[in-house]
């Protein structure tokens, strides 16, 4: 079992910047990838990014290159994601995902996740 705990949502205007924080509890940190999706009202689940268990590895939804920064602190057994330049489009409730193994982090919208958190709201008004 792998717990997740996400923080950080909020409602901020277009341009600024947030940083959400998934805090993991259980099965070893280093074991798995992590990531985050995202569920705007009305629309359907659509996957942001992710990391490999070492930090290697990422991947990115095009709609988030270059304002998106996702990190893992194994210290804290945190993946942070820091999101610049928002735009109301972004608006929706995060998720914080988990998936094995470790090294695999070509995900999709419809991917199998072996673990969820319960999600954050992040709100960008125009």
């Known amino acids: 079992q792998v717990q997740l705990v996400e923080s950080g949502g909020g409602l901020v205007q277009a341009g600024g910047s947030l940083r959400l924080s998934c805090a993991a509890s259980?099965?070893?940190?280093?074991?798995?990838?992590m990531g985050w999706f995202r569920q705007a009202p009305g629309k359907e689940r659509e996957f942001v990014v992710a990391i490999s268990w070492n930090g290697g590895n990422t991947n990115y939804a095009d709609s988030v290159k270059g304002r998106f920064t996702i990190s893992r602190d194994h210290a804290k057994s945190t993946v942070y994601l820091q999101m610049d330049s928002l735009k109301p489009e972004d608006t929706a409730v995060y998720y914080c995902?988990?998936?094995?193994?470790?090294?695999?982090?070509?995900?999709?919208?419809?991917?199998?996740?072996?673990?969820w958190g319960k999600g954050t709201l992040v709100t960008v008004s125009s």
């Open positions: 259980g099965r070893p940190f280093s074991s798995y990838a």
């Open positions: 995902a988990v998936r094995f193994p470790g090294h695999e982090v070509q995900w999709l919208a419809t991917t199998t996740m072996n673990y």
